[in-house]
């Protein structure tokens, strides 16, 4: 598998926080050059002596609102050292598309990304002129885009060729197939009364697929139905699934 390159340019007013992405797997990624990322910090763009980045809203309310022009001329910095034609400015907040698998596989089509991670109460409407899409990462309310911004990097990283030790676990990732994840066990063989299922011992790979198939279809069924409302199920997967379905009419405290 070829190897991709990305960058991302993140305009942010807590540089320090992203820190974070130093470590662990996704900070070996960007150690071995397999991606970069620029903190541009939009107080560098000010006029005043005192690097104002917020005012007050018109027409008055609660809170501060992101000023205009700091932001884009970021946005335009963040451009100007690059001759990527496959670039995306994307704006984390709560009205954005919400961020899924789908979506992460559909950004990494880009070879750079302008994430713009917002704070205060919100950020002037003019914005949305140098804004190519809005992402939410949930239905909640952070006290900034920086952890949004984190979690998109995070979850592109790791789909790169090369960063995960073991590519094939990224196959098996909750959403990859429309599924949650089956359950995963490991040693001790028993605790507090709690044992392994005996087939994950048996060593018959295809019982054992078919096993974590059919608990996948039932983690998905009984906490995420709306994941397959929207997936068409194979014959098999509908086979199994009319089977979850029967053991529950037959013990639905189970």
Same mark, same amino acid.
């Given at each position: 598998m070829t190897s991709k390159r990305l960058h991302f340019n993140v305009i942010t007013?807590? %540089?320090?926080?992203? @820190?974070?992405?130093?470590? #662990?797997?996704? &900070? =070996?990624?960007? $150690?071995? #050059?397999?991606?970069? =990322?620029?903190?541009?910090?939009?107080?560098?763009?000010?006029?005043? /002596? +005192?690097?104002?980045?917020?005012?007050? %809203?018109? #027409? &008055? &309310?609660?809170g501060m609102v992101m000023m205009l022009e700091p932001l884009v001329k970021a946005i335009e910095f963040s451009?100007?050292?690059?001759?990527?034609?496959? $670039?995306?400015?994307? +704006?984390?907040? %709560? $009205? &954005? /598309?919400?961020l899924n698998h789908k979506k992460i596989?559909?950004?990494?089509?880009?070879? @750079?990304?302008?994430i713009v991670s917002s704070r205060y109460e919100g950020v002037d409407e003019r914005l949305n002129h140098w804004i190519d899409?809005?992402?939410?990462? *949930?239905?909640?309310?952070?006290? *900034?885009?920086?952890?949004?911004?984190? !979690?998109?990097?995070?979850?592109?990283? $790791?789909?790169?060729? #090369? !960063?995960? /030790?073991? @590519?094939?676990?990224?196959?098996?990732?909750?959403f990859v197939n429309g599924l949650l994840d089956h359950p995963s066990y490991t040693r001790p063989e028993h605790f507090h009364e709690q044992s392994v299922p005996d087939i994950l011992k048996s060593g018959d790979h295809e019982k054992i697929r078919l096993w974590r198939l059919k608990e996948s279809l039932r983690l998905t069924w009984?906490?995420?139905?709306?994941?397959?409302?929207?997936?068409?199920?194979?014959?098999?997967?509908?086979?199994?699934?009319?089977?979850?379905? +029967?053991?529950q009419e037959q013990d639905p405290h189970n």
């Open positions: 007013l807590m %540089p320090e926080m992203f @820190e974070a992405l130093d470590f #662990g797997l996704i &900070g =070996k990624a960007f $150690r071995d #050059g397999r991606v970069s =990322k620029t903190l541009i910090n939009p107080r560098d763009f000010t006029l005043d /002596n +005192h690097k104002t980045v917020d005012d007050r %809203p018109y #027409g &008055g &309310g609660p451009k100007s050292d690059s001759s990527s034609k496959k $670039r995306k400015v994307i +704006h984390l907040t %709560p $009205r &954005g /598309n919400l596989i559909e950004l990494l089509s880009c070879e @750079e990304l302008t899409e809005e992402i939410s990462v *949930g239905d909640y309310v952070t006290s *900034g885009g920086d952890f949004p911004a984190m !979690v998109l990097i995070d979850c592109m990283v $790791r789909q790169l060729p #090369g !960063v995960l /030790n073991d @590519e094939e676990s990224i196959n098996q990732d909750s009984t906490k995420r139905p709306d994941l397959l409302a929207e997936r068409l199920l194979t014959k098999e997967e509908s086979r199994l699934l009319d089977e979850i379905q +029967h053991e």
